[in-house]
């Protein structure tokens, strides 16, 4: 037990237990767990609101369920009363963060960086409470830096720790180019820490080198070191890759429940514990309950996957649009029909065209490539009769029902 423990309550404690059972759920790495026990307790004991950094790169304005991992837990802590620091990286954003990429990012301009972080604050409404977010940028202290600051905070780290990322190393061991200007965006992530005096710092398991670099700042500047919460990388619907929208793999959050469940039913199983543990707010007895009961073979994963698909339609879009996507799922997806509201594409194109060129011009595919490969798939049917033929020529009358996928319906109304 640490010294502040022994300076509190035995009901004190109690809230410090009940507050790190909490944080410590579902995490990847606490970097260290004890300064986070010494953190919370002493704000029990004083009183005194930790203050929660987030830092986001603007760099896709489409929130997804990758996000929300690291939303979730912010929200716990909102919900215990500490402040949350969402930082938008204007300013780094131009830079773009080298994490992860074997090229250097493209920057962005001040146009894209502001319409990303209006998106980004519309969806987070849907997890935290914005009302009482404190929304920092920091453009506000980085443009103000003169050269002579820049030199100085460049000489508080080496060039050996700098190299010790792992996307720069392997940059550096395949001869691509590292840009001088990448070395900066984890100190300048690491001098938002200081402004912003941070308790805790969140981020992905990705963002390990950037998220340290506030750790290490405030130590050279005297200040009280921040602890860094590391949480899982969420990987995407082809159960491999982390979930990213460039990769096709995600679950926006902003998307129709229908296309929710749908996507939430390809889930591989062998990932199913993991959407549980990090998307819902299911308590640790019923993620343990579940868990047991898939391993017993008491629950059928389908049904699993069912109630998990449900849960998130009904956290982004409420109980009713959650079962009325769940009807449709069933009859569509269980029982061959076709959905009672389809998407409507005005057509005033020919009466009479070949299928691959109306899937394209219909943007159901990119491309005539796309369509043939869909159609060899068994992926394309019209008006419920499956498509096997890549050369056929389709009668476009008005009313049409044409299916890609599982989940892609439209309707065409001749104009």
Same mark, same amino acid.
């Given at each position: 037990? *640490?010294?502040?423990?022994?300076? %509190? ?40 609101? @930790? #203050?929660? $950094? ?30 949350? /620091? ?7 954003? $131009? ?10 990012? $493209? ?18 409404? $849907? ?10 940028? *920091?453009? #506000? ?20 720790? %700098? ?10 061991a395949f001869s691509k180019p590292i840009s001088l200007h990448e070395f900066f965006y984890p ?24 998220? @340290? ?25 082809? &159960? ?37 543990? @990090? ?15 898939? /391993? ?9 996957? =069912? /109630? ?27 029982? &061959? ?31 005539? &490539?796309?369509?043939?490969? =869909? ?8 008006? &419920? ?31």
């Amino acid at each position: 037990m *640490n010294e502040v423990m022994k300076q %509190l309550t035995e009901e004190q404690r109690i809230e410090v237990k009940r507050q790190m059972d909490m944080y410590t759920l579902g995490v990847h790495d606490i970097i260290p767990v004890e300064e986070l026990e010494e953190k919370v307790a002493k704000s029990v004991r004083d009183q005194r609101p @930790l #203050k929660i $950094k987030l830092g986001l790169d603007p760099s896709a304005p489409d929130v997804h369920l990758g996000h929300t991992v690291v939303l979730k837990k912010m929200k716990q802590f909102q919900d215990n009363g500490h402040t949350i /620091q969402l930082l938008i990286g204007d300013f780094t954003g $131009k830079i773009g963060d080298p994490t992860g990429k074997s090229v250097a990012r $493209k920057p962005l301009t001040d146009e894209e960086v502001q319409y990303n972080a209006k998106t980004y604050f519309e969806q987070f409404g $849907k997890i935290v409470d914005m009302d009482k977010v404190e929304l920092h940028y *920091n453009s #506000k202290w980085l443009s103000k830096l003169h050269f002579e600051d820049v030199i100085q905070l460049a000489g508080k780290i080496t060039v050996a720790r %700098l190299m010790e990322r792992d996307d720069f190393e392997e940059r550096m061991a395949f001869s691509k180019p590292i840009s001088l200007h990448e070395f900066f965006y984890p100190l300048m992530q690491g001098y938002d820490s200081i402004v912003l005096d941070c308790d805790i710092e969140l981020g992905g398991t990705d963002q390990h080198f950037n998220v @340290l670099m506030g750790r290490h700042f405030q130590e050279k500047l005297g200040k009280e070191k921040q602890v860094a919460i590391l949480m899982p990388l969420l990987e995407g619907l082809d &159960g491999v890759e982390k979930m990213s929208k460039s990769k096709r793999n995600y679950i926006g959050i902003d998307e129709s429940p229908q296309e929710t469940y749908g996507k939430a039913m390809s889930i591989p199983d062998e990932r199913m514990e993991k959407y549980f543990e @990090l998307v819902t707010d299911f308590s640790p007895e019923q993620l343990n309950a579940i868990k047991e009961d898939l /391993q017993s073979g008491q629950c059928h994963p389908r049904d699993a996957k =069912m /109630q998990l698909a449900k849960t998130i339609v009904t956290m982004y879009h409420g109980v009713a649009a959650a079962e009325k996507a769940e009807h449709q799922f069933i009859s569509v997806f269980q029982q &061959g029909a076709i959905p009672d509201e389809l998407p409507v594409i005005e057509w005033n194109g020919a009466s009479d065209i070949l299928v691959i060129e109306l899937l394209v011009q219909l943007g159901l595919l990119g491309s005539k &490539g796309e369509a043939r490969r =869909m159609i060899a798939n068994k992926g394309v049917k019209v008006n &419920g009769e499956r498509v096997e033929d890549v050369d056929l020529r389709i009668s476009v009358i008005d009313g049409l029902v044409i299916q890609v996928g599982k989940r892609k319906f439209v309707k065409i109304a001749l104009k």
